[in-house]
């Protein structure tokens, strides 16, 4: 069983950054793709963003792109999200995924965006 560790969360201003690490427990190589989701009050969960594993190929949801940056260092079996020019829109919890046959949730690190 893979454990997905998310850290980095917190209280930030409009325009401000946040970086997200996810550790996974086990070797992140085993995983087509690791991506980060997010759950705002009273919507969906959606995807925010997801890297392939080699880290060739990137997806981003078109209100994020240009703003985050997914990247992940297999070495350390962690992915990061790194988020810029953060809008209060963003506020969400923010959920490490890891697909193969399987998929695979972190416990969510509350990302607030306010003045």
């Known amino acids: 069983q893979v454990q997905l560790v998310e850290s980095g969360g917190g209280l930030v201003q409009p325009g401000g950054s946040l970086r997200l690490s996810c550790a996974a427990s086990?070797?992140?190589?085993?995983?087509?793709?690791m991506g980060w989701y997010r759950e705002a009050p009273a919507k969906q969960r959606e995807l925010v963003a997801a890297i392939s594993r080699g880290g060739m190929t990137t997806t981003y949801r078109d209100s994020v792109k240009g703003r985050f940056t997914i990247s992940r260092d297999n070495a350390k079996n962690t992915v990061y999200l790194q988020m810029n020019s953060l809008k209060p829109d963003d506020t969400a919890v923010y959920f490490c995924n890891a697909k193969n046959s399987t998929n695979y949730w972190g416990q969510g690190t509350q990302v607030t965006v306010s003045s």
């Open positions: 086990g070797s992140i190589g085993l995983f087509n793709v």
